[in-house]
């Protein structure tokens, strides 16, 4: 019950502050670690990939039980009040709903976009635009808010923790590329076991939301995604608005076919983001 009242707090905490500018971010200092020991022990392989993951969740965990420990001695008042606000640095609602919606008001929608997603966006209709921002959307619900709850509420602090710092090493060295093909295999792999039930959460939460009656829907196209997760959540969104979202895309000049994601019209609207955003971000 505890980790409940504590999940629902930390929530309510990032949607109405969100980052707290004025300390440092405790996922820079995990991506500190990470880059720590790719300088340091750097190869190409998986055994040293295997090194990395096991440094980094070694050290986040010692850390994370220790502050627990000192909380836990706290009066049950102010371990709550403390546990909340640092749980809510690990969520980060507001600042996805506002980096997205930024892009709604910007004056270069492109190079606004550019700073979300990996494609290519000089080429980029107004169109491509909204579907990108409603794919990154829809994916990074699963990852920057539903999964830390998910996590936060099975395992307290510890929990949510240890489920960032493996999702911060995903986003730092979970590549397919020349340096990263062995060494950052296992982070990734250890990322998509620990995002396969909250992406599938996040998915069923938005068929719920949007009142579906199939709430299972999603399954059948977000299994052509290449992630194993990131397809259930992005499907949800484009059934929940009625468009089709994925489709043939750019990446450093090249064109990459993906499937598509939905059902319904193509042409992605502004209203359309906005219809997303206000899903699960009600002010």
Known sequence: MINIFIAFLAYLIDKRFGEFRFIKHPVIIIGSIISF??????????LRGLLLVLFVICCVSFVS????????????????GFTS?????????????????????????KKSISMLVSRDTQNMSESD??????ETYAENLSDGVIAPLFYLLLFGLDGIVIYK?????????????????????????????????????????IMIVAKKKNIFAFY????????????????AMALMLGVKLGGDTYYFSKLKKKAYFGEGRK?????????????????
């Open 165 to 205: 710092a493996i999702n911060t090493m995903d986003s730092m060295v979970g590549y397919r590329n020349e340096k990263y093909e062995k060494y950052g295999k296992v982070a990734a792999l250890l990322d998509d076991i620990a995002n396969y039930i909250p992406s599938r959460l996040t998915a069923i939460l």
């Open 65 to 80: 039980i220790s502050i627990s420990t000192f909380l836990n001695n706290l009066n049950i008042v102010l371990n709550i």
């Open 267 to 283: 042409n992605i609207t502004k209203s359309d983001v906005k219809r997303a955003l206000s899903l699960l971000y009600a002010d």
């Open 220 to 235: 059948e196209d977000g299994k052509k995604h290449d992630s194993p997760n990131a397809g259930h959540p992005i499907t």
């Open 129 to 134: 635009i909204y579907k990108a921002s409603i």
């Open 85 to 109: 606000i640092l749980a809510s640095m690990f969520i980060a609602h507001k600042m996805l709903h506002d980096s997205v919606l930024e892009i709604l008001v910007s004056t270069n929608k």
């Open 37 to 46: 020991f790719e300088h340091k022990f750097y190869k190409d392989s998986i």
